[in-house]
């Protein structure tokens, strides 16, 4: 299995629905922040560890624990980032993920959401053609 080299750290969006992700190799697993809006933090912690599929052996899986802290809503992001980078990569992942706009409208969390599709994507990307 290959080690991951470099740090990976990305922007996307305007103000006040910019998102930012920022991830750091250590050994063979990767440590992913997922911060933005108005009052970035850490709302809620996945840990996912990559493993072969359930159904198909041959196909990659994760399984993925998430704490949220309370009163933040992020676990459901969280949890599907890490597993995502957890099963592609092939690493064990943990990620935090903290967004946070006051009074939010179902428009703005559809943006907040593409920007974070956009982001994982693009973090996929850069470590497999690393």
């Given at each position: ?37 108005e ?53 064990n ?38």
């Amino acid at each position: 299995m290959r080690l991951l080299e470099t740090q990976f750290s990305r922007q996307e969006g305007e103000m006040p629905y910019r998102v930012s992700i920022s991830a750091v190799p250590i050994g063979n697993d990767l440590v992913v922040m997922v911060c933005g809006g108005e009052k970035p933090h850490v709302g809620a912690v996945a840990v996912s560890i990559h493993r072969p599929s359930l159904k198909n052996p041959e196909l990659t899986s994760a399984t993925t624990s998430v704490f949220t802290l309370v009163g933040h809503k992020e676990d459901e992001l969280a949890k599907v980032m890490a597993q995502k980078i957890a099963s592609t990569l092939r690493k064990n992942v943990i990620l935090t993920a903290g967004i946070h706009i006051d009074d939010i409208s179902d428009e703005g969390i559809k943006i907040i959401e593409t920007n974070c599709r956009i982001l994982l994507e693009s973090l996929i990307s850069h470590y497999l053609n690393e």
